[in-house]
Nanobody, 115 residues
Framework: QVQLVESGGGLVQPGGSLRLSCSAS????????MNWYRQAPGKQRELVAT???????DWAGFVKGRFTVSRDWARNTMSLQMNSLKPEDTAVYYC?????????WGRGTQVTVSS
């Protein structure tokens, strides 16, 4: 059974930082591609970052060097370090993987950027 569990969300002031984590089980984490998505109220879910099995990352344009994604293969976790947060970063952030030709999602973690 594939499970993805996000953690680390919360309320932060503009310009602040948060670190999200995604714990994965039920997949071969060493080879599974991993992604972060987000969905703001009233908007479609959008890709934030993707990191392949080798650790190479790709980013959405709005990240602009503010976020860093990493994988810990020993702990089967993926992290998203978010710096210089803006109010428009407010969203539910989801962990995602495509495994055995099927998409799996975590339940998400809320990130709110507000003064």
């Amino acid at each position: 059974q594939v499970q993805l569990v996000e953690s680390g969300g919360g309320l932060v002031q503009p310009g602040g930082s948060l670190r999200l984590s995604c714990s994965a089980s039920g997949i071969n984490f060493k080879i599974a591609p991993m992604n972060w998505y987000r969905q703001a109220p009233g908007k479609q879910r959008e890709l934030v970052a993707t990191v392949d099995s080798g650790g190479a990352a790709d980013w959405a344009g709005f990240v602009k060097g503010r976020f860093t994604v990493s994988r810990d293969w020993a702990r089967n976790t993926m992290s998203l370090q978010m710096n210089s947060l803006k109010p428009e970063d407010t969203a539910v952030y989801y962990c995602n993987t495509r495994w055995c030709q099927r998409d799996y999602w975590g339940r998400g973690t809320q990130v709110t950027v507000s003064s």
